[in-house]
């Protein structure tokens, strides 16, 4: 007992320094914003997590090929990268509520298409219409928030920012698993759906109307895109994103089936590994990015690629349910080291160039073409090889994407670096 109140002292002190931070970092008459765009994505994106894990077990049920179960995640990924410049563009100048509003509606109305789906096809083209919905509201989010957060302190913030998507990411998967097994698939489709109505709420009676967005942007001048895509710097950020996701679109895509098919494991313990990784990225937020506000972000970034490489390579020799939980955590303590110091960094390079919303469109297509690329590979390698040659192209990925940010990312020009 002594030792256990030895260990909770210095941490409960840890905790009240960083919720005091928080306090700190937002104006007050941006706390309401703040507080709104961080339920409205824990909600929407807890309704995605229910159903995603679940999709490759749905999909096979319905005779679908590895290509095809991997071309059903890369739909979504295909729309929303092709998408994403221009809704991040257009928010940057005619206002984010309309295609954060949007975007959560045709969320609804997907899941209702889940529900009377009955072909392979008809999930690939479900998916495209979802991507399209997420270019409308993830990126716009995330540049509504980079614009309140007052410099030199966003890694905190967007380390706050991200618990509500890491969070969310893995409660879904648990509840998900949990739904299925007590009711059926539709009834995850149904809480989709439900989850993404109320960020649809949240976000009409909470967040400024746009009248008010017209005043800020009045005067604001485009920025080219040349300005833009020819940042090397900018280039190195997208360069591990990129790495990042498409190892998270070969755990989402083709793990839950590795588990099935290897293991026998059931929907809850599926929900649980795909959650576990999350969970633990999603803990690790807000002391990463407390320190990412006072550390040189270039080595937190490649220490999370290296855990990240490690954790995605390590299922290809499990033997067991628990040789995945150990997998899946690796790869989480990477994505909670890293990201925060990557997300900071795309706040300072969006209100460098005063294109928060393009910046942050650039990362998020970085991360759909992960996404699209990484589990289409791991679909042909799962097709020409066997299904565990799936989690080797992984590693590749992350290996590259860590080593370009090494060389290409230069700290001595970057503001607000140390």
């Known amino acids: 007992m002594d030792l256990f109140y030895a260990i909770k002292e210095p941490v409960s002190h840890l ?18 914003i703040f507080l709104t765009l961080f339920f409205i994505v824990f909600t929407m994106v807890t309704g995605v997590g ?16 590895g290509i095809y179960v991997a071309m059903i995640f890369a739909s979504f990924s295909l729309s929303r990268t092709f998408l994403l410049p221009l809704f991040g563009r257009l928010s940057d100048h005619k206002g984010r509520k309309p295609f954060i509003l949007a975007g959560l509606a045709t969320y609804a109305l997907v899941s209702l298409a889940f529900v009377y789906s009955t072909t392979v096809e008809g999930l690939v083209l479900i998916r495209f219409v979802q991507g399209a919905g997420s270019a409308m509201v993830m990126p716009v989010v995330q540049a509504y928030v980079g614009e309140i957060t007052p410099e030199g302190s966003e890694g905190y913030s967007m380390g706050l920012f991200n ?20 009711w059926s698939m539709d ?26 967005e017209k005043i ?7 920025v080219p895109w040349a300005q833009i895509i020819r940042d090397w710097e900018l280039g190195a950020l997208v360069s591990f994103r990129y790495a990042y996701t498409a190892c998270i679109g070969i755990i989402w895509c083709f793990l839950p089936l590795f588990a099935d098919r290897a293991f026998g494991l059931s929907g809850s313990r599926i929900g649980l590994l795909v959650m576990l990784g999350i969970f633990v990225s999603g803990v690790l937020q807000l002391p990463m990015g407390y320190a990412a506000d006072r550390l040189n972000k270039k080595p937190m970034v490649i220490l999370g ?9 390590l299922p290809f020799f499990a033997t067991s349910f628990y040789d995945l939980l150990i997998a899946v955590t690796l790869f989480g303590i990477g994505g909670g080291i890293s990201m925060p110091a990557i997300t900071a960094l795309a706040v300072v390079k969006g209100d460098e160039k005063k294109a928060m919303g393009s910046v ?54 970057s503001v607000n670096n140390q």
Request: charged letters at 10%; a positive charge.
């Open 187 to 212: 009834a995850a489709f149904v809480c989709m759906g439900i989850l993404s109505s109320l960020g649809l709420v949240l976000c009409l009676v909470f967040l400024p109307p746009l009248s008010l």
């Open 15 to 32: 905790v009240a320094k960083i919720l005091r931070r928080g306090n700190r970092i937002i104006p007050s008459e941006h706390k309401g």
């Open 216 to 222: 800020r942007l009045k005067n604001k001048k485009p």
């Open 305 to 313: 690629g290296v855990f990240s490489a490690l954790g995605i390579f």
């Open 163 to 182: 618990l509500s998507m890491f969070l969310s990411l893995s409660l879904g998967p648990v509840m998900g698993g949990v739904i299925h097994d007590l």
């Open 360 to 413: 942050m469109s650039v990362m998020t297509m970085a991360h759909s073409l992960g996404m699209l690329t990484g589990s289409l590979i791991a679909g042909l390698a799962m097709d020409f090889f066997c299904l565990k040659f799936a989690f080797p192209c992984g590693m590749v990925f992350m290996a590259v994407g860590t080593l370009s940010f090494l060389f290409f990312y230069n700290p001595h020009l």
């Open 50 to 65: 229910i159903v995603v894990p679940l999709l490759p077990i749905y999909a096979n049920d319905l005779g679908a090929t």
